[in-house]
């Protein structure tokens, strides 16, 4: 089996190895502060998966999509901190800001160090609709499948709007990171069993960032498109507000609730993500 082909090494590889490795934390995992960190496995299936198609990271990070894989690595440590401190509020957003930055700067800096008034405002523009998407997953229950088909729905979308773009690297990434998602949400649906805390939220609310940050560098994708990317996320505490049947539990019926409401802004944004023309910046390619 070729790991490198896309279907195998970002669909499948990663699918495989986030329901192997989320059903031997189940079944070593009793306590319920030994299960908390347990979304991590998303983050870890989806960095066999980068390596599997692109090869092992490379240092120094030169282009855009070479810094992916080491900021991915960073999201899975700082996501297992924050499960293993569970700071309070104030200090998860402090950290949160900061994080948004560090991936703003670190994948601008070619573009800010040769100047330009326009990126600025962009990328701050950017960050706070970064910071957003990370509240409404944030807000999303997080016991059972609902945080994770947040992910799954804004990384499909992400995937759509990459190939419209004409970004098939990207692609691959995003449809990776639905993959990993993936592979963890089906053992928490219909019955949630693991829950999705820090880890599942640095690895899916700030991988979402770092993907849709890169298109808008990498092509010349109308930010609209991104912006129908975020209002994804507000699917989640929507989903918290809509009523139970008698017969459904909430862990069921939620994930099928985000499904729904996402799948609107999900096609708006693949519709919306075809660009005018490709730039020619060596870096971004």
């Known amino acids: 089996m070729d ?37 991590v496995v998303i983050g870890l299936a989806l ?57 703003s700067l670190w994948l601008a800096w070619p573009q ?24 409404g997953l944030a807000a999303t ?19 759509g709007a990459a190939f419209q773009a004409g970004s098939l690297s990207l692609m691959q990434v995003a449809l990776a990171l639905a993959a990993a998602g993936g592979g963890f949400a089906l053992w928490n649906w219909p019955r949630g069993r693991l829950p999705l805390h820090a880890a599942g939220i640095a690895i899916g609310g700030l991988g979402c960032f770092a993907v849709a940050l890169l298109l808008l560098f990498l ?29 459904w539990s909430r862990s069921t019926i939620e994930p099928l609730y985000v499904m729904a409401i996402a799948i609107l802004p999900l096609v708006a944004a693949v519709l919306l993500a075809t660009p005018p023309s490709v730039p020619d910046d060596p870096y971004y390619r």
Do not use: N
């Not at 279907?7 to 934390?25: F, I």
């Not at 800010?112 to 509240?135: E, K, N, Q, V, Y």
């Open 141 to 159: 229950t997080a016991a059972g499948a609902s945080r994770a088909t947040v992910v799954i729905m804004a990384a499909l979308a992400l995937a």
């Open 3 to 39: 790991l490198a082909h896309p279907v195998v090494g970002s669909v499948l590889l990663p699918l495989s190895l986030s329901l192997l490795l989320a059903g031997t934390w189940l079944l070593l995992a009793r306590a319920e502060v030994a299960r908390r960190p347990a979304a």
């Open 112 to 135: 800010l160090a040769r100047g330009g008034s326009a990126l600025p405002p962009l990328l701050m523009t950017a960050a706070a609709l970064g910071l957003a998407c990370i509240g």
């Open 219 to 247: 092509t010349e994708i109308p930010p609209v498109a991104l912006l129908a990317v975020t209002a994804i996320f507000i699917a989640g505490p929507l989903s918290r507000r809509l009523p139970i049947p008698g017969r």
């Open 47 to 103: 960095l066999a998966s980068q390596v599997a198609v692109f090869g092992p990271p490379t240092w120094p990070a030169v282009s855009g999509p070479d810094k992916l894989p080491w900021l991915f690595a960073a999201m899975v440590l700082g996501g297992l901190a924050m499960d293993r401190l569970r700071p309070g509020l104030p200090v998860a957003v402090l950290v949160t800001s900061a994080a948004v930055a560090a991936i």
